[in-house]
């Protein structure tokens, strides 16, 4: 059995103003947004998202949260824990599937989904 190819899949950008997030990045680069409700938005064909931050008037400084994609969140998850990484969220579920975050040794935070 081969070794799962685990690569970027999601691209999720913070914004504390979704409307003029949207009307910016579809003037200046074309993107078509899809929106889950007022405080998430998907952006062409679901490469990416916009989650809306709600507290002080700035985003916090953060890079974006690469998501990749595994067949077995559980099996994944193991994986991470085993080599060192630190879970920073369990595994939760969202409208499209379930997923979890982890931080690297390196205090990078990315997150891993499933559609199941």
Do not use: C
Request: aromatic content about 16%.
């Amino acid at each position: 059995m081969s070794e799962p190819v685990y690569k970027p899949h999601y691209l999720q950008f913070s914004t504390n103003d979704m409307a003029a997030t949207q009307t910016f990045y579809r003037q200046a680069l074309g993107w078509e947004f899809t929106d889950y409700g007022p405080s998430y938005a998907g952006f062409n064909n679901e490469t990416g998202g916009f989650e809306l931050f709600e507290g002080d008037a700035h985003v916090p400084a953060q890079s974006p949260l690469v998501v990749l994609f595994a067949e077995d969140l559980e099996a994944t998850q193991a994986r991470i824990v085993k080599a060192g990484g630190r879970i920073q969220q369990e595994i939760y579920a969202f409208p499209g599937g379930r997923r979890f975050h982890f931080l690297d040794p390196a205090n990078n935070e990315l997150a891993v989904w499933s559609p199941e």
